[in-house]
């Protein structure tokens, strides 16, 4: 079982930076990808940003590539997310989501299907 709490979001004006913290309890969190997805009112909930089990390989959707950064520290059970040159459109509920890999492969899965665990979200709202 692994517990996931998101920590960090606001309010921010367009072009401001926030940076996202989710926690996790559980012995094995370097078992884990991890992932965060984001959901804005009225649409699907998606991808943001994913990174492996060491930290070695990321993966961004295009849509925040260059302007976020995802990050984990295994010693503290902890993953971040960078946001900086925020726009209105990254508004969202952002999610921290866990995908236990079962190999050392650097497994990266943009699915939400894949993840086993959930956080309760924090709201991120941008303004113009």
């Known amino acids: 079982q692994v517990h996931l709490v998101e920590s960090g979001g606001g309010l921010v004006q367009a072009g401001g930076s926030l940076r996202l913290s989710c926690a996790a309890s559980?012995?094995?969190?370097?078992?884990?990808?991890m992932g965060w997805f984001r959901q804005a009112p009225g649409k699907e909930r998606d991808v943001v940003a994913v990174i492996t089990r060491s930290g070695g390989t990321t993966y961004y959707a295009d849509s925040v590539k260059g302007r976020f950064t995802i990050s984990r520290d295994n010693a503290k059970n902890a993953v971040y997310l960078q946001m900086n040159s925020l726009k209105p459109e990254d508004t969202a509920v952002y999610y921290c989501?866990?995908?236990?890999?079962?190999?050392?492969?650097?497994?990266?899965?943009?699915?939400?299907?894949?993840?086993?665990?959930w956080g309760q979200g924090t709201q991120v709202t941008v303004s113009s």
């Open positions: 559980g012995r094995t969190f370097s078992s884990y990808a």
């Open positions: 989501a866990a995908d236990y890999i079962d190999s050392t492969a650097q497994t990266i899965h943009v699915s939400e299907s894949k993840y086993d665990y």
